[in-house]
Nanobody, 121 residues
Framework: QVQLVESGGGSVQTGGSLRLSCIVSGYMSSLSCMGWFRQAPGKEREAVSG?????????FYTDSVRGRFTVSQDNAKNTLYLQMNNLKPEDTAMYYC?????????????WGQGTQVTVSS
């Protein structure tokens, strides 16, 4: 079993920055992918960014955040981060840390409780 606990959300103005953190506990060695989803009221959830632990070790970003958000991890702290810069009102959403043992799935097995990000204009 894997547990994910997010923190770091908050309210900022347009152009501001936030860093989300996700502390991971459990069988981390079983994971193939970790990342971040978000869901705004009345909208479908969206995969924002992630890291694939396969042979490529690649990161991915949805088009709307590429160049503004950066995903990273600190293995010593068992923590995944999402650095969000130049935030826009359309980034307002609940952000969820996710993990999956098989792939970067559109429906990951493990979810955190979420942390709210609100960007005002």
């Amino acid at each position: 079993q894997v547990q994910l606990v997010e923190s770091g959300g908050g309210s900022v103005q347009t152009g501001g920055s936030l860093r989300l953190s996700c502390i991971v506990s459990g069988y981390m060695s079983s994971l193939s992918c970790m990342g971040w989803f978000r869901q705004a009221p009345g909208k479908e959830r969206e995969a924002v960014s992630g890291i694939y632990y396969g042979s490529s070790g690649s990161t991915f970003y949805t088009d709307s955040v590429r160049g503004r958000f950066t995903v990273s991890q600190d293995n010593a702290k068992n923590t995944l981060y999402l650095q969000m810069n130049n935030l826009k009102p359309e980034d307002t959403a609940m952000y969820y840390c996710v993990a999956d043992p098989r792939s970067c799935s559109p429906d990951p097995d493990y979810w955190g409780q979420g942390t709210q990000v609100t960007v005002s204009s």
